[in-house]
């Protein structure tokens, strides 16, 4: 039960990511910086979390920051700068569904990054291992099948009218550059993970891991390279329109989604969490069809099920996992007892023997 709840919850964190990726596409159509937005955003959610921070801490102090806690922070600001500036370029270049596509990459990434840094454990003899690499795989493989295989429409909207939205959508994409910033924007996707988990397994104040590393380093990371890529001063003031909105968005993005995601990261890994990220090509496209006026495709439909079979996989090879790891306890703490026990025997014949 408690990891269907889990589920939820990151399943409705990508479900915000993929709204933040298409208001700031159409924000970016229409003229708004990338660099802009990724500042602006960054800077603004810091007004979200800072009364939270205050609430959670009203009773309790808390935890100590000492310099390697700050040093940590500050290097998991740059990588999330680093994410958030490659992921909203390469959006610009291409659109939101290749976005969430090239996401895919991300459990991939974390997994083998996670095994570098000894967080992950593979044991080809396991089958919980065998389970969580087969299923990265076939996500992988579901994400590069609606990327790329377009097939016949199934659903189509006959209205001739464009949405105002999808006019700001419709632009000529560059499909492979953008594709080249998103895959390294889920290289960074995926060190933000691992670095998450790294913090908040010493730093256990999810709030404040986001609003320092988040809020403060990356929007001063951030600004910094605004005020080098963007030379006219005008990008600074957003219009009152699409453009505002989708910042206003994107902060509560930043608040909330790194939030719980730490938390998750903390709670349960970083390849746990990673692997959510498949489910985002499924929302993009519902999204597309709802919203944008798109229209769904034969390779969505399928890449979006042989997605779904491999979180399927993946959650099945956590699930087993578990599942062994609480055996394991049991055997510790029952050969424990039984050693403690067999201790006593010989203490109590003893004094019936002086008796």
Same mark, same amino acid.
């Given at each position: 039960?408690?990891?269907?709840?889990?589920?939820?919850?990151?399943?409705?964190?990508?479900?915000?990511?993929?709204?933040?990726?298409?208001?700031?596409?159409?924000?970016?159509?229409?003229?708004?910086?990338?660099?802009?937005?990724?500042?602006?955003?960054?800077?603004?959610?810091?007004?979200?979390?800072?009364?939270?921070?205050?609430?959670?801490?009203?009773?309790?102090?808390?935890?100590?920051?000492?310099?390697?806690?700050?040093?940590?922070?500050?290097?998991?600001?740059?990588?999330?700068?680093?994410?958030?500036?490659?992921?909203?370029?390469?959006?610009?270049?291409?659109?939101?569904?290749?976005?969430?596509?090239?996401?895919?990459?991300?459990?991939?990434?974390?997994?083998?990054?996670?095994?570098?840094?000894?967080?992950?454990?593979?044991?080809?003899?396991?089958?919980?291992?065998?389970?969580?690499?087969?299923?990265?795989? $076939?996500?992988?493989?579901?994400?590069?099948? $609606?990327?790329?295989?377009?097939?016949?429409?199934?659903?189509?909207?006959?209205?001739?009218?464009?949405?105002?939205?999808?006019?700001?959508?419709?632009?000529?994409?560059?499909?492979?550059?953008?594709?080249?910033?998103?895959?390294?924007?889920?290289?960074?996707?995926?060190?933000?993970?691992?670095?998450?988990?790294?913090?908040?397994?010493?730093?256990?104040?999810?709030?404040?891991?986001?609003?320092?590393?988040?809020?403060?380093?990356?929007?001063?990371?951030?600004?910094?390279?605004?005020?080098?890529?963007?030379?006219?001063?005008?990008?600074?003031?957003?219009?009152?329109?699409?453009?505002?909105?989708?910042?206003?968005?994107?902060?509560?993005?930043?608040?909330?989604?790194?939030?719980?995601?730490?938390?998750?990261?903390?709670?349960?890994?970083?390849?746990?969490?990673?692997?959510?990220?498949?489910?985002?090509?499924?929302?993009?496209?519902?999204?597309?069809?709802?919203?944008?006026?798109?229209?769904?495709?034969?390779?969505? $439909?399928?890449?979006?099920?042989?997605?779904?079979?491999?979180?399927?996989?993946?959650?099945?090879?956590?699930?087993?996992?578990?599942?062994?790891?609480?055996?394991?306890?049991?055997?510790?703490?029952?050969?424990?007892?039984?050693?403690?026990?067999?201790?006593?025997?010989?203490?109590?014949?003893?004094?019936?023997?002086?008796?």
């Amino acid at each position: 039960m408690w990891e269907m709840k889990l589920g939820i919850i990151l399943l409705g964190m990508e479900g915000i990511s993929v709204g933040t990726n298409t208001l700031s596409k159409a924000a970016m159509a229409k003229g708004m910086s990338n660099y802009i937005f990724t500042t602006y955003t960054h800077a603004l959610a810091l007004f979200f979390l800072l009364p939270l921070a205050f609430f959670l801490h009203r009773k309790t102090r808390p935890p100590v920051i000492g310099w390697s806690i700050i040093l940590r922070l500050f290097l998991l600001g740059i990588l999330s700068c680093g994410c958030s500036i490659f992921l909203f370029v390469g959006i610009r270049y291409s659109s939101p569904t290749l976005a969430s596509a090239m996401n895919n990459l991300s459990p991939a990434f974390t997994f083998i990054i996670a095994i570098i840094f000894r967080m992950e454990m593979v044991n080809l003899s396991a089958q919980s291992n065998i389970f969580k690499l087969i299923g990265t795989i $076939v996500s992988i493989s579901g994400a590069f099948i $609606v990327t790329f295989y377009q097939g016949l429409p199934i659903i189509l909207f006959p209205s001739p009218n464009k949405t105002y939205l999808h006019s700001l959508l419709d632009i000529q994409p560059n499909w492979t550059v953008g594709g080249l910033l998103l895959a390294t924007s889920s290289i960074f996707f995926s060190l933000t993970y691992i670095a998450k988990t790294w913090i908040a397994r010493d730093f256990n104040s999810e709030v404040l891991i986001t609003l320092i590393s988040c809020c403060i380093f990356e929007t001063i990371v951030a600004a910094m390279v605004t005020l080098i890529a963007e030379n006219d001063a005008s990008v600074w003031t957003p219009t009152l329109d699409i453009e505002l909105i989708s910042i206003l968005f994107g902060a509560i993005d930043v608040a909330i989604v790194n939030t719980v995601n730490t938390w998750a990261c903390r709670v349960k890994g970083p390849v746990f969490v990673a692997m959510f990220k498949p489910l985002q090509m499924i929302i993009a496209v519902i999204m597309g069809v709802s919203f944008l006026g798109d229209v769904l495709h034969v390779g969505s $439909v399928i890449g979006g099920l042989i997605i779904a079979l491999g979180f399927y996989t993946v959650m099945k090879g956590k699930a087993e996992e578990e599942i062994h790891k609480g055996i394991d306890e049991n055997r510790l703490i029952n050969s424990a007892e039984e050693e403690t026990g067999s201790h006593k025997v010989p203490m109590l014949q003893n004094r019936d023997i002086d008796a």
